[in-house]
Nanobody, 125 residues
């Protein structure tokens, strides 16, 4: 599967952005999907993930209540709605996918085999 992330940009603190991740290749609905981010000088970190049918959506604690992950399997696309953005949310955001049969939705980078190219999100104070 190939992944293309988009929707990043520059926004003021308190603002909103919606990221999209378009997938091509094998059946999108068979993949767990996730968003990760990496700020300059920091390790890549988990943001949120979503199960194949969308019923399970684990989040990193710092984004709970502000970010919402979703997917539209008919459009082969995953989304990340980001509200109440903070300067510390500034990072390159990556989408990821994996088709293995995990019992739980993976929340580490090792759980994802396919990666998109990343989209920059910058939140100014």
């Amino acid at each position: 599967v190939q992944l293309q992330a988009s929707g990043g940009g520059l926004v003021q603190a308190g603002g909103s952005l919606r990221l999209s991740c378009a997938a091509s290749g094998r059946s999108f609905s068979s993949y767990f999907m996730a968003w990760f981010r990496q700020a300059p000088g920091k390790e890549r970190e988990f943001v949120a993930a979503i199960s194949r049918g969308g019923g399970r959506t684990p989040y990193q604690e710092s984004v709970k209540g502000r970010f919402t992950i979703s997917r539209d399997n008919s459009k082969n696309t995953m989304y990340l709605q980001m509200n109440s953005l903070k300067p510390e949310d500034t990072a390159v955001y990556y989408c990821a996918a994996d088709g293995r049969n995990f019992r739980e939705v993976p929340s580490t980078a090792l759980g994802y085999h396919y990666w998109g190219q990343g989209t920059q999100v910058t939140v100014s104070s």
